[in-house]
C-alpha cells in the first residue's frame, strides 16, 4: 500500500501526522476524513448545498447531510475505529482491514483506551481506495434552497482548487462545526396521539422541495398581458356598431326608470269642465227701473245679481245710515242668539242730557235706567237714537276705539268707499256709496237679531213712557219690505237702505237696495226723507212685479265633464231641472264645480255625484243642483301615465 503525499493535517480534526502506540487507528481515521473531503470537493456546488442544508434544521433532523455524517463519526472515532478495526466493511466500498494489511488483525488492536500518539506518522492511504468518490447527492434547486434559508447568508467557505492528477486526486477535509462541540440533543420522543386524533406522518424517501409561488404581478401588468392583442382597425360601421353597443344600455336602463317614475307619480287633481252655455237670458225684453235720477241708488237681488245703479257712486254724507254699521260692529263684539236681551247697559248722565237735544233724532232715557244689549239696539235703529249709539260706543269701549272698529269692518266687507268717523252719522265727515251700503246690508241681514229689529215697525221698551216708532213707514205702506235704515241731515239728504222679498217659483228671493242724497229742495230734511221713501218705493214695486223665473237645466242634460288631466273625458249630467230666479233681459251665469271644497274623485261609478251645478252670482244664495257621472270614471291608464308631461 502506497501513501498518498497530498494528505494535509486539517486543524482540529484531531488527525496527527506523527507514529505512535496505534498507527492503524490513526490510518482509518485519516481514511475517513479523505472520503468525506472526496465527497464533497470535487463539485463546489455540492459543497453549498450542504452548508445550505446543515443551516436549515428542519429538513437536517429529516435527512442529515454528508458532512454532518462525518462530524458524527469523527466524534464517534472510538467505537467506530473499533469497529473498523474488528473487521466492519467501510460504507465506501472498501474492503476489510484484514484484507489490506495484518497489522488490522484483532490480535494487534490495543485493548484498553486509545492513548494519544506520541510522534504520529502521516496515515497510509490505499491508492486505490482514493481513488473512489462517495456516491453524488442528486443536484439540489439552488433558487428553492436559498428560498428555504430565507434570510441565511450563503457559506464564504471556498473549496480549493489544485492541480492534482486525477490519479492522486484528493478530497480536503472542511470542518462544519468544531469536532469536540457535544453530540446534539436526540429530539424527545413524541407522545402518541389521543385517540380519534389525526397523526401526521413521518417523512418517507428522500425530501422534497417545495417551490413557493411567485408573487403576484401587478394588476396593469396583466392587464397589459390578457390585452396585448392589437386592436382591429377602426371603421364607420365598426365606430357606429360601438356606439350602440354602449349607448344601448344606458337608454334602456333610463326608459325603464322613466317608466317607473311616470307609473309611480301621483295623479294630477281632476277637474270639472262646463260645457253647457256659460249664460243665460231671462226672455221678455228688459226691465226699466224707475231710477231717481238724482243722488245715487242701486238694486240688488241677493243670489241672482245687480240690476244696477244710478248716478255716480262717490263718497257722500250717509246721515243715521251710519248706525247699519253701529248695530253690526256690537253684535260682532257682544253676539246675541235667538231671542237672548244680552248684558245690561246703564244709562249715563251724557246719554240722558243727549236725549234732550232737539236738533237730532235721540231716544228717552234717564240716568241710571239699564237696559238690555236687545233693548238698546231697538232705541238705536228703530227711533234712530244718536244718544243710544253714542252710549253703545262708550259700553264697548271708547269712542276713538269704536269708530276705529267701525272702518275696520268696513275694509273687510270690501267698503272702499267708506269712512266713518262717529258712531251716530251726525258728523258730515261720516260718508259712504250707495253700493257699499249694499255690501253692508247682504252682511248683517244674516243675523237674525238685527233682521228682527229692523224690520219692527215700532216697539214697546220696559221702563219708557209709550211706544217707539220707526221712521221707515214703507215697513208698513209696502207689502214684503222687511228693513232697513233711515237717515237725513242738510248735508246728506235724505237717505234709505231698504230690503225686500219676493215669493218667486215658491222660493222667497230678497232684494236690497239703497237710494242716497235725495233733495226735496224745500230746505225741510224731514221733504228730503220723504222723497227717498217715495223713491224707494217706486223701485221696490218695479221690481218685485219684474222677477220671474225660468228653467235653465233639465234632468239628464250633459253639463259638463270629469277631466282626469291626462286626456280622460268622463260626461256629468244634472240630476233635476235647474229654475232661477231673475228678471226680464238679465243675462245670468251657469258655473261647475265642487261643493265645499270637496275634490272629484279619480273613480266612481255612473250616477255619483261629483260635484255641482250653480246659476247666478255664485254666492250662498245661488241657485245650485248637483251633479252626478254619466258613464263610469275610470283612472288614467298606463299609457296615459307614461305620456303624461308635468
Known amino acids: 500500500m502506497s501513501v498518498s503525499a497530498g494528505v494535509e493535517p486539517a486543524a482540529g480534526t484531531g488527525v496527527s501526522t506523527g507514529t505512535g502506540p496505534e498507527p492503524e487507528a490513526a490510518a482509518k481515521r485519516a481514511a475517513d476524513v479523505a472520503d468525506a473531503e472526496s465527497a464533497f470537493a470535487p463539485d463546489a456546488d455540492a459543497d453549498d448545498a450542504a452548508s445550505a442544508d446543515a443551516d436549515a434544521k428542519p429538513e437536517a433532523d429529516a435527512e442529515p447531510p454528508a458532512a454532518e455524517v462525518v462530524s458524527a463519526r469523527d466524534a464517534d472515532a472510538g467505537p467506530k475505529a473499533a469497529g473498523r478495526d474488528s473487521g466492519e466493511p467501510s460504507d465506501e466500498g472498501t474492503e476489510p482491514g484484514p484484507k489490506d494489511s495484518p497489522k488490522d488483525s484483532p490480535k494487534d488492536s490495543p485493548k484498553g483506551p486509545a492513548e494519544e500518539p506520541k510522534a504520529p506518522k502521516p496515515p497510509l492511504v490505499d491508492q486505490p481506495t482514493g481513488v473512489f468518490r462517495a456516491p453524488r447527492r442528486p443536484a439540489v434547486d439552488q433558487p428553492t434552497t436559498m428560498l428555504k434559508l430565507g434570510g441565511a447568508k450563503p457559506s464564504t467557505d471556498k473549496p480549493v482548487d489544485k492541480p492534482v492528477p486525477p490519479a492522486e486526486r484528493t478530497s480536503k477535509f472542511v470542518a462544519l462545526k468544531p469536532l469536540d462541540e457535544p453530540a446534539p440533543a436526540k429530539p424527545k420522543a413524541t407522545p402518541p396521539p389521543a385517540p380519534g386524533a389525526t397523526a401526521a406522518l413521518p417523512q418517507v424517501g428522500p425530501e422534497r422541495t417545495t417551490q413557493q409561488p411567485l408573487p403576484p404581478k401587478p394588476p396593469l401588468d396583466l392587464l397589459a398581458e390578457l390585452t396585448n392583442t392589437p386592436p382591429p382597425r377602426q371603421t364607420p360601421v365598426r365606430t357606429i356598431v360601438r356606439r350602440v353597443k354602449i349607448w344601448t344600455p344606458l337608454v334602456l336602463l333610463l326608459a325603464v326608470i322613466f317608466a317607473v317614475v311616470q307609473a309611480v307619480r301621483p295623479l294630477p287633481a281632476t277637474g270639472l269642465t262646463l260645457t253647457a252655455d256659460a249664460t243665460y237670458t231671462f226672455e221678455g225684453g228688459t226691465l226699466d227701473l224707475p231710477w231717481p235720477g238724482q243722488g245715487q241708488s242701486a238694486i240688488e237681488v241677493e243670489g241672482v245679481g245687480s240690476l244696477g245703479t244710478d248716478g255716480k257712486q262717490t263718497a257722500a254724507p250717509i246721515a243715521s245710515v251710519a248706525k247699519i254699521m253701529t248695530a253690526y260692529v256690537i253684535l260682532q263684539d257682544h253676539p246675541l242668539k235667538g231671542d237672548e236681551g244680552g248684558e245690561k ?54 269712542n276713538d276705539t269704536f269708530v276705529a272698529k267701525m272702518n275696520d269692518a268696513a275694509k273687510k266687507l270690501g267698503m272702499t268707499n267708506s269712512a266713518y268717523t262717529d258712531p251716530s252719522g251726525l258728523e258730515k265727515t261720516t260718508v259712504s256709496t250707495a253700493t257699499d251700503q249694499l255690501e253692508l246690508a247682504k252682511e248683517v241681514m244674516q243675523n237674525p237679531v238685527f233682521a228682527s229689529i229692523v224690520g219692527m215697525a215700532s216697539a214697546k221698551i220696559p221702563g219708557l213712557d209709550g211706544t217707539i216708532y220707526n221712521n221707515n213707514d214703507l215697513l208698513v205702506n209696502q207689502v214684503g219690505v222687511i228693513g232697513l235704515k233711515t237717515g237725513s241731515s242738510t248735508p246728506a239728504g235724505g237717505n234709505l237702505v231698504w230690503a225686500a222679498t219676493k215669493t218667486v217659483n215658491g222660493k222667497t228671493q230678497t232684494v236690497y237696495g239703497a237710494v242716497l242724497g235725495q233733495n226735496a229742495g224745500t230746505g225741510k230734511v224731514w221733504d228730503s226723507l220723504k222723497l227717498a221713501l217715495t223713491n224707494s218705493q217706486k223701485l221696490i214695486d218695479t221690481v218685485q212685479q219684474g222677477l220671474t223665473s225660468a228653467t235653465v237645466v233639465k234632468k239628464g242634460d250633459v253639463v259638463g265633464y270629469v277631466d282626469d288631466q291626462l286626456g280622460g273625458q268622463t260626461p256629468v249630467v244634472a240630476t233635476k231641472n235647474m229654475t232661477a230666479v231673475g228678471w226680464p233681459g238679465l243675462k245670468t251665469k251657469l258655473s261647475i264645480g265642487t261643493a265645499g271644497g270637496d275634490t272629484v274623485p279619480h273613480s266612481g261609478k255612473a250616477g255619483t255625484v261629483v260635484g255641482e251645478l250653480t246659476v247666478g252670482d255664485g254666492s250662498s244664495h245661488a241657485v245650485k243642483i248637483p251633479v252626478a257621472l254619466q258613464s263610469d270614471l275610470a283612472e288614467p291608464g298606463f299609457g296615459a301615465k307614461l305620456t303624461r308631461v308635468g
Open 345 to 398: 247697559i246703564t244709562v249715563d248722565q251724557q246719554a240722558e242730557d243727549e236725549s234732550k237735544n232737539v236738533d237730532e233724532s235721540t231716544a228717552p232715557m234717564t240716568k241710571g235706567q239699564q237696559f238690555t244689549e236687545r233693548q238698546m239696539l231697538q232705541l238705536l235703529m228703530i227711533p234712530s237714537g244718536n244718544n243710544a249709539a253714542r252710549l253703545l260706543a262708550r259700553w264697548d269701549s271708547d
